[in-house]
């Protein structure tokens, strides 16, 4: 139930823990808000599979490692973490305590999921069926705006100006 692969800049507060058939990231220690977690790898390919990152269009990133920790970071509609588009990183969204699951907002950084599914999160804010950027409505795409993917940002302009352009 320990780690097994990490290539990351806070080794030491997190670890990929095995529950039943599936690995999940779990703080091991307390986070502070917007602390560099790992740096994603810097390889990519020009479609989407189902442990990519959407970092424009066709382009996806990937890491050469199937048992890199990149590839467990699980989706929640309420995530505490986010990608920083900047530098290619993981960070804190928020403070976070020790014994909680890593998580991002994938409708945050994929326009068509390649592997769409049901969410079962739990929050109040659900979007329910994460099928990707494109299949939610304007305000729901505007909630997710300042976690988005520049790539997603400029799709959001583009529909809020052709948006403007009926009225």
């Known amino acids: 139930m320990v780690c097994a692969y990490v290539n990351m800049t806070s080794l030491n507060k997190i670890e990929l823990?095995?529950?039943?058939?599936?690995?999940?990231?779990?703080?091991?220690?307390n986070i502070e808000k917007d602390e560099v977690l790992f740096n994603f790898e810097r390889k990519f390919l020009d479609h989407p599979i189902?442990?990519?990152l959407q970092v424009d269009e066709g382009l996806h990133q990937i890491s050469s490692d199937p048992e890199s920790i990149?590839?467990?970071?699980?989706?929640?509609?309420?995530p505490n973490?986010?990608?920083?588009?900047?530098?290619?990183?993981?960070r804190a969204l928020r403070n976070i305590k020790m014994g909680e699951e890593l998580t991002f907002n994938y409708l945050t950084t994929e326009w068509d999921m390649a592997n769409k599914f049901d969410c079962e999160c739990l929050s109040k804010y659900c979007f329910k069926k994460i099928k990707g950027f494109k299949y939610l409505t304007f305000i729901q795409k505007s909630r997710l705006s300042p976690l988005l993917s520049p790539f997603l940002k400029n799709k959001l302009i583009l529909e809020k100006k052709r948006i403007n352009a009926e009225a």
Do not use: M, P
Not at 21 to 29: A, C, M, Q
């Open 17 to 29: 823990r095995k529950i039943g058939k599936e690995k999940i990231l779990v703080t091991i220690k």
């Open 50 to 52: 189902k442990t990519s």
């Open 70 to 78: 990149e590839n467990f970071l699980n989706h929640s509609c309420e």
């Open 81 to 90: 973490g986010y990608i920083d588009f900047q530098d290619l990183t993981f």
